[in-house]
């Protein structure tokens, strides 16, 4: 029971890379292991206000004023370094909940959609590929 409250817990989490060459986010969607340990390089957002949506926040991150926003406070040029003080104090832009939510949901249509187009290109591909290696299969120089 107490694995499952923690797995409940940590849903909707984000997860940023506070050091390294690149900053990125990652939503925890569904932890398969509670026990795990983060590193140095990353940090753990839990969202506790209901008035903010986790993906939209994720999405804010990953927007061109989120990412602004995020060079402001990086120190380091080759590794980058965000300190975790000066990243809670980043201001995101609150919307209503309600319209937070129709963004997320359109966000997650639309990804949704890329990817079926991504794996239906990737059959695709894959298709043309056995069809050349048939061809030539038998073919004898």
Known sequence: KIIQK???????????S??????KTCLIDKLENANTIYQGNLTLIRVKD?????????????SERGQLELKTIQ?????????????SKIEIPLISIEEQKKIVDEYLFKKSEIDILSN????????ITDLVNQVFEGVKE
């Open 6 to 16: 923690m797995k409940n817990k940590m849903k909707n989490d984000i997860l940023v």
């Open 75 to 87: 120190t380091g040029t080759t590794i980058i370094s965000i300190n975790t003080s000066e990243l």
């Open 50 to 62: 209901e008035r903010l949506d986790p993906i939209y926040l994720k999405l804010y991150l990953e």
């Open 120 to 127: 239906r290109l990737s059959e695709l591909k894959n298709n």
């Open 18 to 23: 506070t050091k390294g060459t690149r900053i």
